[in-house]
């Protein structure tokens, strides 16, 4: 079967929106998702056991600090696995182990309350 000139104008505008929606996704910033129930003033990330913390990312918020429920941008992070320390408005300090960052989905990872155990105030 040949497709005529419109088929393939068609096919080809097809691909082309396709390649750009997967590039946008992937462009997107990467988010972290507060899912606990306090606002988060601090939450910095190290690689798995090496307690060599990174910079807070609640800095890159305007009211440096991250409301339950709100989505905060990641900066400077690539995915993989990181050890997550995070402070909330309470001062209950907490750090979750091997947590999973990705890219390209609408949040690149999100904390829960069931997820902090054995934090400290």
Do not use: H
Request: glycine fraction near 6%.
């Amino acid at each position: 079967m040949r497709l005529g000139p419109v088929a393939w104008m068609v096919s080809a505008l097809s691909i082309a929106v396709i390649a750009a929606s997967a590039s946008a996704i992937s462009a997107a910033p990467m988010k972290f998702w507060n899912l606990t129930t306090n606002t988060i003033t601090e939450l910095s990330l190290a690689a798995p056991g090496s307690n060599k913390w990174g910079p807070n990312q609640c800095l890159n918020d305007s009211d440096k600090s991250v409301d339950a429920d709100e989505r905060l941008v990641l900066k400077d992070v690539e995915p993989g696995t990181y050890d997550v320390r995070l402070k909330d408005k309470t001062g209950r300090l907490c750090v979750v182990k091997n947590v999973e960052v990705k890219s390209g989905s609408a949040y690149a990872f999100s904390i829960e309350e069931a997820d902090l155990k054995g934090c400290k105030k």
